[in-house]
Each structure stands twice: as C-alpha cells, then as structure tokens.
C-alpha cells in the first residue's frame, strides 16, 4: 500500500499521538496543523459524529491541501439520556477535570447496573480530489463514581473496561489504542484507505 501524508483536523495533542502511533504503524505519516503552517477550526453543527468529522476533515483538507484526516469522538452515556454525546468537548465550561466532575455529579443519583456507557468515536478522511472515507468505532464501558488512573485525557479516569479491568486512565496507551473506539475506527478506516489506495 503506498504510504500517505495526512494532516490531523485537530489541535489536541493527545489525540495527534494517538493517531500517530495507530497510523505510524502502517507506515503512515501525521502531520498536525502547525506542522502546515495552517489554521482550521470550524463550527462543529453537526447531529452525529460522522457528521463533525467530515466537518472537521474537509475544512482541513482544504486548508493544507493533502488528505485531511478528522477524528469526532465523545462519550454516550445511557442513563443521561446519551449525553455528553457530540457535544462532549463543551459539556461544561472548565478543564477536563471539571467536565468530569459535572458528569459524576450528574450520575450521583444512578446505582450500579445503570451507569453503562460507550465512548463513540467517527474518523474521516478527505482528499483533495473530493474523495471521502467515514468509519465508526465504540468502546463500551461503565462510568466508575470516582476517578482512577493517571494517563489519557478527558473521561478516561471515569470510563472503566470491564473486560480490560481498568479505566481508560489506568490502561498502557498502545492498550488503550487497541480496545478504543478510536483504535477501533482507525482500523476500519485503515481497511477502507487499503482499498482506496489499492
Ligand atoms: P472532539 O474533539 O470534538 O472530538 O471532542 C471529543 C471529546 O470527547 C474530548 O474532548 C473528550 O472530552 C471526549 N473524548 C473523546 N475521546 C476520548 C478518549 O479517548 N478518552 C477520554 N475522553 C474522550
């Protein structure tokens, strides 16, 4: 398969790592926007996920002028309704720290057995020829009432694996990448950029 340069749609550090270590694995390179010299931060209005990636990643694309690749993830929470959902990012104003505990505040009152949850994860591609590449992964999980672990970012203290036995927080980060919904969609996505690129 030929190996591809693409641009994150995303300033976040942790994620430009994560998908450096999942797409650098396929020989791959990531660049983030800086590394372009560019500047994308749309509006995300979308209703779903697939929806804010493609968003994301077209802006991206058009911005540096090489295959864009967007990742919209967020966390679904069964007893709130779905939410944080796609507006996981703006859940709360504040830290991540903060967002997290305005979820756990917010699930005081749900016993165990229905703190069940998933983190949702959409990646799209664009390419500058028009083509595009939208693929899903989820992870379920439970929602613990108290942080733990140390690594990770925003809900990852909270969401716990039940077949892992640890939170997102607590996993290795290559552990973590091939149980999550990101890892998960990445791996979809790779299937469909095989094809693509033959
Ligand atoms: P996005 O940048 O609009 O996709 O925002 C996704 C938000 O969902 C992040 O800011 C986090 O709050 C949450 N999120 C997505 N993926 C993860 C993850 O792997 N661990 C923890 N939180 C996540």
Do not use: W
Request: charged letters at 25%.
């Amino acid at each position: 398969m030929r190996r591809m340069k693409f641009v994150l749609a995303s300033n976040n550090q942790k994620k430009l790592i994560e998908l450096r270590a999942i797409l650098g694995a396929q020989g791959h390179e990531v660049l983030s926007l800086h590394d372009c010299g560019v500047e994308s931060d749309p509006e995300e209005t979308g209703q779903t996920f697939e929806q804010n990636a493609l968003i994301k990643a077209r802006s991206a694309c058009a911005a540096a002028g090489i295959p864009a690749v967007a990742d919209d993830s967020g966390l679904v929470v069964d007893a709130l309704g779905g939410a944080p959902g796609v507006r996981s990012a703006r859940y709360c104003p504040g830290s991540d720290a903060d967002r997290v505990n305005f979820l756990l505040k917010n699930m005081q009152s749900v016993p165990d057995g229905k703190r069940t949850a998933r983190f949702v994860s959409a990646v799209a591609c664009v390419f500058p020829d028009g083509r595009e590449i939208v693929a899903r992964g989820e992870c379920e999980g439970v929602i613990l009432p108290a942080a733990r672990g140390t690594g990770g970012f925003g809900y990852d203290p909270v969401f716990y694996v039940p077949q892992e036995k640890m939170t997102f927080a607590e996993l290795p980060p290559q552990r973590k990448n091939a149980v999550s919904h990101r890892g998960r969609a990445l791996a979809a996505f790779s299937e469909r950029l095989k094809e693509i690129l033959g």
